[in-house]
């Protein structure tokens, strides 16, 4: 149970990492000037990072070794 555990945080690790990198380079720096003027775009890349700072957290979460009070 706890290798299937590790595996599991791992593999949301890459995920969350994978769904950085695809924001930061696929669509930021490849953004025109008239998109980086868009407020839905702002608000897109405000939800997509908030969806990777809570992946993260959870990858944490999954990684810590569970406590038994």
Same mark, same amino acid.
């Given at each position: 149970?706890?290798?299937?555990?590790?595996?599991?945080?791992?593999?949301?690790?890459?995920?969350?990492?994978?769904?950085?990198?695809?924001?930061?380079?696929?669509? $930021?720096?490849?953004?025109?000037?008239?998109?980086?003027?868009?407020?839905? $775009?702002?608000?897109?890349?405000?939800?997509?990072?908030?969806?990777?700072?809570?992946?993260?957290?959870?990858?944490?979460?999954?990684?810590?070794?569970?406590?038994?009070?």
């Amino acid at each position: 149970m706890r290798t299937l555990r590790i595996l599991t945080g791992v593999a949301a690790l890459i995920t969350a990492l994978v769904f950085a990198h695809h924001i930061l380079f696929q669509d $930021y720096l490849a953004a025109d000037q008239q998109m980086l003027q868009s407020p839905i $775009y702002w608000a897109f890349m405000v939800f997509a990072v908030s969806v990777v700072v809570l992946a993260v957290i959870g990858v944490c979460l999954l990684l810590k070794p569970a406590r038994n009070n």
